[in-house]
């Protein structure tokens, strides 16, 4: 029989040993101590709902790859509620000097940069350029080896590369 966490003496060790280290890595990620607690309380529970599916020592990678994806919906989500209020404050505002404007769009255009990487690009981008891991440990993180972590990362600075290039011609 295939091994799996759906038994409370798989489950309950993995907990205790793999939450401090999945709230830290998601409190990187959103600087929110009280998100990073929600995402992963619902990255175990995700685990806990495909128990029958991983292996207890591929359970930190599925936990680690899960809390990822709910972190970048979650910003997704995040953004659009941004985009939403800054309409409704430019509506407001009586003047919009120019500097803003540029800020704004530069920050958008990046983010838009961010968005259209390949997501496993993304990922190592922003694991690497924002949280400031070295490959090994993103490698480890993400269950890979670190000559995919280094493929990953040379298609996402291209990506930006093209977006600076583009910067000027806009």
Same mark, same amino acid.
């Given at each position: $029989?295939?091994? !799996? @966490? ?10 205790y040993?793999? $939450?401090?280290?999945?709230? !830290?890595?998601? &409190? &990187?990620?959103? +600087? ?7 995402? =992963? #309380?619902? =990255?175990?529970? /995700? ?6 599916? *991983?292996?207890p ?6 936990l680690?790859? @899960? ?6 919906? #979650?910003?997704? +989500? /995040? ?6 209020q !800054? #309409?409704?404050?430019? /509506?407001?505002?009586?003047? !919009? ?5 540029? %800020?704004k ?8 940069? *961010? ?9 190592? &981008?922003? $694991?690497?350029?924002?949280? %400031?891991?070295?490959? /090994?440990?993103?490698a ?5 080896? *670190? ?15 093209? &977006? ?7």
């Amino acid at each position: $029989m295939e091994e !799996n @966490v759906c038994k409370e003496e798989a489950y309950r060790p993995l907990f205790y040993q793999l $939450m401090d280290g999945l709230r !830290n890595y998601l &409190f &990187f990620h959103c +600087h929110d101590a009280g998100l990073a607690e929600d995402l =992963a #309380q619902e =990255a175990f529970i /995700r685990l806990w709902e495909h128990c029958k599916k *991983v292996a207890p020592d591929k359970a930190k990678a599925f936990l680690y790859r @899960v809390s990822y994806n709910l972190f970048l919906d #979650q910003a997704k +989500h /995040r953004k659009v509620v941004q985009q939403y209020q !800054n #309409q409704q404050s430019i /509506r407001h505002e009586p003047e !919009n000097p120019e500097y803003a404007y540029l %800020g704004k769009e530069f920050e958008a255009r990046l983010w838009d940069a *961010v968005g259209s990487m390949p997501e496993k690009s993304r990922e190592v &981008f922003l $694991m690497n350029r924002i949280e %400031g891991l070295p490959y /090994r440990e993103i490698a480890d993180r993400l269950d890979i080896g *670190v000559k995919a972590v280094e493929k990953r990362m040379s298609a996402a600075l291209s990506i930006m590369r093209e &977006f600076l290039d583009s910067k000027g011609t806009k």
